[in-house]
């Protein structure tokens, strides 16, 4: 049971890339990675030493800005108190295999991008628009994340991308210790983008650091403009807001000037960005996003 947001983890299940299912046996209190060359030098996720003052960028305490407040800062007696340690210990826990994980990305040169959004927004649409768009520059794998069924990951191979389907069960997000069990079979080339679709939701994923280098909330006009402003804390944390199915505009109720000027309001810095994945509409500045904060640059073809 996650302790964060009350989900069940207990029944993940990983697919390897050749599309055979197995059980993960997730705990969010486990130490997975050490199943996957914490202490051999493979290519699989293991602790980095980069020296003094290195910094791979999007560890929890860096980022108390905008994160979740402390909870355990303030005493709370009897049982409240040990569901407060409970979750900070979950989180911590899960920053410790984050940050595993986001050295193997910096060792290996991969950009690693969390897209989150609800389901429906159009996430798993990007992705093959992404894959088909991109050509190959650069190359683009999947970690596909959903609580059953593998039909986005067999939309994704349908693209011509590399895929690993992690179904979740009864759990509302992907953590660290899910991402890096999907690592080695994966095996992400140096200079590609990995991107991990995480379970359709626009609550519990904003909680978890899952080693990426970015992240992205994609939110589609038939949700509603008001979304940023009902859900800050996951458009606060995004580094690009995408709204998606732009093609629809002229059959919904959407003010796009109000949705991108609340997105504004709860996050000055990031991104803004409008596409169509169906039509094409802002993939080329979707793309050009990624390739900015890509190792060593992959210019278009």
Sequence with gaps: MCGVCGCSGGG?????????EHDHGHEHDRDHAGAHGREHGHGRPHDHDHGPGHDHGRGRDRD???GPPRAAAVPVPGREARVVRLEREVLEKNDRLAERGRGWFAGRGV?????????????????????????GRP????????????????????AGGRVVQINTG????????????????????????????????????ALFDLGEGARAVVCSVAEGD??????????????????????????????????????????????????????????????????????GRVSPP
């Excluded at 609800?118 to 088909?132: D, H, N, V, W, Y």
């Design 64 to 66: 108390d800005d905008q």
């Design 12 to 20: 993940a299940k990983r697919e390897h890339a050749h599309g055979h």
């Design 139 to 158: 190359e683009v794998v999947v970690i596909e994340g959903d609580q059953e069924t593998s039909r986005d990951a067999e939309r994704v191979r349908a």
């Design 226 to 295: 008001d979304k940023p402003l009902k859900y800050p804390h996951m458009f606060r944390r995004a580094d690009a807001i995408v709204l998606s199915k732009v093609d629809l505009l002229p059959y919904v109720p959407f003010d796009r000037a109000l949705f991108f000027a609340r997105a504004r309001e709860v996050n000055p810095r990031a991104r803004l960005l409008e596409v169509s994945a169906t039509r094409g509409d802002g993939v080329g500045a979707w793309l050009s996003w990624l390739r900015e904060a890509l190792p």
């Design 111 to 135: 950009f690693a991008l969390n897209l989150m959004g609800s389901p429906g927004a159009g996430k798993t649409a990007l992705i093959e628009r992404t894959i088909r768009e991109a050509g």
């Design 170 to 205: 009864a759990g509302c997000h992907l953590d660290a210790a899910m991402v890096l069990s999907a690592l080695p079979g994966l095996d992400p080339p140096p200079g590609s983008l990995l991107v991990i679709e995480n379970v359709g939701n626009l609550v519990c994923p």
